[in-house]
């Protein structure tokens, strides 16, 4: 699940020079959680690849506790430089991989909690994405109210959830729009976002969920949500 709010390719890209230095993986386990850190061309600094280390640990297991005990013990964070993007998250020699750009993180170096994100998408686990069972703005959305309620670094690295909604804010927008919905949804409705979760991993989300959980549709919803500011 790419995270779509930076595709840019970098221009400069090629002209950072990476220590061709081969980096040994790393593994630690904490709470039940393995990890494997590769970064084979050495492109990450060690202080970013150690709060990247840090900030997974402190998350994806409470993450993985609270919404799925089940969710994969054993995780890659892979650091490629060929991949474009932010960062992904998708199954490499059959484990659970984030990958991230280390160019990302060149640029940003407190946007650690970037693995927050990706963390829950593993957490997530759905079936499907972009689907109706499992509509991508809704699963963005959680992975970003994760990151709000779970990150470590979000206020360092710039990032917050919008508290005002502007009107092209819509409760399809995904990512942190959505995220911030679903907090005050979470808010008025306790246990909104674990049924949204449950329903999404089972391929049963149907957009009825809304109703049978808070009394009202979605666009009313968002009504009540965006009329109060
Ligand atoms: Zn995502």
């Known amino acids: 699940m790419r995270l779509r709010r930076c ?9 950072l020079a990476f220590p061709s230095a081969y980096a040994a993986d790393i593994q630690q386990t904490r709470d039940g959680v393995t990890l494997t850190y590769q970064d084979q061309s050495g492109s990450t600094a060690a202080d970013v690849r150690d709060r990247i280390i840090a900030t997974f640990f402190a998350t994806y297991p409470r993450q993985r506790h609270d919404f799925h005990p089940s969710a994969p013990s054993s ?3 892979v650091m490629d430089p060929s991949y474009d993007g932010v960062a992904y998250v998708g199954e490499k020699e059959k484990s659970a991989t984030i990958t991230i750009n280390p160019r990302w993180l060149v640029k940003h170096p407190n946007d650690t909690d970037l693995v927050t994100h990706e963390g829950m998408h593993i957490v997530q686990g759905y079936p499907g994405y972009a689907s109706e069972q499992a509509p991508s703005w809704l699963v963005e959305g959680i992975a970003d109210y994760a990151r709000d309620q779970y990150g470590v670094a979000n206020a360092a690295g710039g990032w917050a959830l919008p508290t005002q909604i502007k009107p092209e804010h819509k409760v399809d927008s995904g990512y942190r729009v959505t995220g911030a919905f679903l907090k005050w949804g979470e808010a008025a409705h306790p246990g909104l976002v674990k049924a949204l979760d449950s329903a999404l991993r089972s391929g049963s989300y149907t957009p009825a969920l809304w109703k049978e959980h808070t009394g009202e549709d979605l666009s009313a919803l968002w009504k009540d949500y965006a009329g109060r500011q």
């Open 75 to 77: 995780v890659r964070i």
């Open 7 to 15: 595709l840019i390719v970098p221009v400069v890209a090629a002209a």
